[in-house]
């Protein structure tokens, strides 16, 4: 199994990047639960400070650009693939060798988007399973639906992100399971383990189903 998890790192300048307040939490708990399970997990990660868990096989990256090279490496010896890290969308194109200096005009940074690491597998998985996630403020159901068609994955894991003890860098988690059988199922408010072993659940019925 391969498990992307936390956030990436798209550098401005030698000091400064654009990121986001993902920990890695959500991705280390799918970790845990599939390496509990049974299975060889390998896991991409971003930046983030936890221990990994224990017989998994952990490699560091920093930006898009190198998450989207482990992964592409890793995939081969994998099965299913669960992308739970939260990947900057949009990168600066030349970031400066040196600290961009402050100086008292307005500063405009322009932005390419990053490589979409789960479309492109979604073109390339065979019959592995794939597994996306959806992170929101709102309603995430639209979102994960869509991502599911155009993505090309097997479900996709809507989670909202605009509450108080869940989501990005909580302990907590509180996500709806969209399918590729069109079904919908919402998972209560609990740990991000116990979420973890319940998105494993309805995967491996999923994949029992196909
Ligand atoms: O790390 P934690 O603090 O525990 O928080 C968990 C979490 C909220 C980060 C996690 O549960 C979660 O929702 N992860 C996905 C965050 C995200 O970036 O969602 P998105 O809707 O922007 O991206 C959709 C999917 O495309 C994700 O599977 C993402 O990994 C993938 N993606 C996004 C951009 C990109 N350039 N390449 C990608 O592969």
Same mark, same amino acid.
């Given at each position: 199994m391969l498990i992307t998890a936390g956030p990436t790192e798209e550098p401005l300048d030698a000091v400064r990047f654009l990121s986001n307040r993902s920990s890695g939490k959500m991705g280390y708990a799918l970790a845990e639960a599939a390496a509990a399970r049974g299975a060889r997990v390998t896991v991409v990660a971003g930046p983030v400070h936890l221990d990994p868990p224990a017989g998994v096989s952990v490699i560091k990256v920093r930006t898009a650009e190198e998450m989207r090279a482990a992964v592409l490496e890793h995939?081969? +010896?994998? /099965?299913i693939v669960v992308k739970a890290a939260a990947v900057a969308d949009y990168r600066v194109p030349a970031p400066a060798a040196g600290k961009i200096k402050k100086g008292g005009a307005r500063l405009t940074l322009e932005l390419e988007p990053t490589p979409d690491i789960l479309a492109e597998l979604g073109r390339m998985k065979g019959n592995r399973l794939l597994v996306g996630f959806a992170a929101e403020t709102g309603d995430p159901i639209p979102e994960a639906r869509r991502k599911l068609a155009s993505k090309g994955c097997d479900m996709v894991v809507g989670n909202r992100?605009?509450? +108080?003890? /869940?989501?990005?860098?909580?302990e907590d988690n509180e996500v709806v399971l969209v399918m590729r059988t069109g079904e919908v199922v919402a998972l209560p408010r609990a740990s991000k383990r116990e979420v973890a072993d319940r998105i494993f659940d309805r995967l491996l019925k999923l994949r029992h189903a196909s």
């Open positions: 995939l081969p +010896e994998a /099965t992100v605009d509450r +108080e003890g /869940t989501g990005f860098g909580a």
